[in-house]
Nanobody, 122 residues
Framework: QVHLVESGGGLVQAGGSLELSCVAS????????MGWYRQTPGKQRELVAG???????NYADFVKGRFTITEDNAKNKWYLQMNSLKPEDTGVYYC????????????????WGHGTQVTVSS
């Protein structure tokens, strides 16, 4: 099994910064893609940022120029640096990974963390 754990959420004033971290553990051969999603009231869970070796980085329009996704592949960790935070960034942020297990026949499976709350006050 694969387990993802987020950390770094909290309360911050508008214009401030937070860094979210995610670490994956368990039966992992490789991680093909890593990402961050968020869920806000009345909306479906949406992509914030993603990173993969094949496609590089991908950002939602609403975070471009403000957020940066990075990874430490050797440690199965990835990060979301969030700058210039806005109240509308408030939500539950989830990390995600496409993971290939040693005995998984080469097919990746999606795994999700349980979420971390980010609250941006005005």
């Amino acid at each position: 099994q694969v387990h993802l754990v987020e950390s770094g959420g909290g309360l911050v004033q508008a214009g401030g910064s937070l860094e979210l971290s995610c670490v994956a553990s368990g039966s992992i051969l490789s991680i093909l893609a890593m990402g961050w999603y968020r869920q806000t009231p009345g909306k479906q869970r949406e992509l914030v940022a993603g990173i993969s070796r094949r496609f590089g980085t991908n950002y939602a329009d609403f975070v471009k120029g403000r957020f940066t996704i990075t990874e430490d592949n050797a440690k199965n960790k990835w990060y979301l640096q969030m700058n210039s935070l806005k109240p509308e960034d408030t939500g539950v942020y989830y990390c995600n990974a496409d993971v290939v297990s040693p005995n998984g026949l080469g097919s990746p499976a999606d795994y999700w963390g349980h979420g971390t709350q980010v609250t941006v006050s005005s």
